[in-house]
């Protein structure tokens, strides 16, 4: 570095040999804002308040919704997978966050998980876990790229 030059934290897009992309980014999707305005920011419904950041999730992992309280989400997307998988993973994410909103998911104390009003436990598969079916259904129904557009 150069004294008296300013710096960026910023890498450069252009230089970098790893395709960048910001939340900006992953939030720049057709199929993402449909189904925000169309399913969970609707009336009588309070809207939610969402906070998107990426995290070092383990490599398997494109995503995690936890809800903080009433109202209140967070949402951590894998910043290791390419533009399109964390776009369609935030779909996915989105599905959780309606899945809380509405009380179909809660998560009990403990090990517990209600998913419309039946008991389960954390340690169900994923793939047998019914918020995720769910999930999953909704995202392969509703999720357009436009990444490759």
Do not use: C
Request: a positive charge; zero cysteines; proline letters at 7%.
């Amino acid at each position: 570095m150069q004294i008296g030059k300013e710096s960026s934290n910023k890498p450069d897009r252009a230089k970098s040999p790893i395709k960048v992309y910001s939340i900006e980014d992953v939030l720049d999707n057709q199929s993402l804002r449909d189904f925000w305005n169309d399913s969970i920011a609707i009336p009588p419904y309070i809207k939610p308040k969402v906070v998107v950041k990426f995290a070092p999730l383990y490599y398997r992992i494109g995503g995690m919704t936890t809800k903080i309280e009433d109202g209140i989400y967070f949402i951590q997307i894998n910043p290791a997978w390419d533009l399109n998988t964390a776009q369609r993973t935030m779909l996915h994410e989105y599905v959780h966050v309606l899945q809380f909103h509405r009380g179909m998911l809660i998560e009990g104390p403990g090990n517990i998980v209600i998913w419309k009003g039946k008991f389960y436990t954390w340690a169900i598969p994923w793939y047998q876990r019914p918020w995720e079916i769910h999930a999953e259904k909704l995202t392969d129904k509703l999720f357009v790229s436009e990444v490759d557009k």
